[in-house]
């Protein structure tokens, strides 16, 4: 069965720095990755799909099939960044995405 | 353009107390999914549906019951609420041809 592991439950970085929110999955096929995000009193939306390959918001993923990963980056980080982010995986035939514990991320001033 | 709504926003039942969540969308879509959040576990599937009519289970689906009469609508029920059900639940529906999910506000319910 698929897994997404997303390591960090928290995350803390400086306005400014860089941001790398991590996403390891586990599927024998050829998944699509995704990450969603969810700001304080708003509803989950879509923030990136890896095969877009595009940016939003300054954030990039690239999916890496030989680590099984999708890393989301973002080179400087800004207070509007505090969110929640869960990193999700759906296949070809499969009607659902498996979505991982997700990750706070914490911008400090 | 609503998009997807859910309602009640909030709720507080008492154990073995029943309740029905609506979940309503105006895009068409095929897809409809029942998900609750908890902390630390994420977003876990409850129940879906692939077309008006069809239901199916996903990872958590003991104590709930659903179902899409209608094409828009998708209802999740508690028949007899437990404090183990206390959570945030979402709503989200999607077209068949992508993961385009898109999630209703929540509903933030509380069984004591």
New interface residues.
């Given amino acids: 069965a698929q897994r997404v592991t997303q390591p960090e439950k928290l995350l803390s970085v400086f306005k400014g720095a860089p941001v790398e929110l991590k996403c390891n999955y586990s599927y024998s096929g050829s998944p699509e990755l995704f990450w969603y995000v969810q700001y304080s009193r708003q509803r989950l939306q879509l923030l990136l799909r890896h095969i877009s390959r595009e940016s939003i918001k300054g954030f990039t993923a690239d999916l890496n099939k030989g680590e099984t990963s999708f890393h989301l980056k973002k080179p400087f980080a800004q207070e509007e960044d505090s969110a929640m982010y869960y990193c999700a995986l759906g296949y070809f035939g499969n009607e659902k995405l498996t979505f991982g514990t997700g990750t706070r991320l914490t911008i400090i001033p | 353009n609503a998009g997807v709504t859910q309602t009640p926003k909030f709720r507080v039942l008492k154990t073995g107390q029943s309740m029905t969540l609506l979940c309503a969308q105006d895009m068409n879509h095929e897809?409809m999914?029942w998900?609750r959040q908890d902390p630390?576990?994420?977003?876990?599937?409850i129940h879906?549906s692939?077309g008006e009519g069809t239901t199916a289970k996903?990872e958590v689906p003991d104590g709930y019951n659903v179902s899409r009469l209608k094409k828009q609508n998708f209802l999740l029920g508690l028949e007899s609420a437990a404090p183990s059900q206390t959570s945030v639940y979402?709503c989200?529906s999607?077209p068949?041809d992508s993961?385009?999910?898109t999630?209703?506000?929540?509903t933030r319910l509380t069984v004591v």
Avoid: H, I, P, T
């Avoid at chain 2, 630390?40 to 599937?45: S, T, V």
């Avoid at chain 2, 999630?103 to 929540?106: P, Q």
């Fill in positions: 897809y999914y998900y630390g576990m994420g977003l876990r599937l879906y692939v996903g979402f989200a999607n068949s993961y385009g999910y999630f209703g506000s929540g």
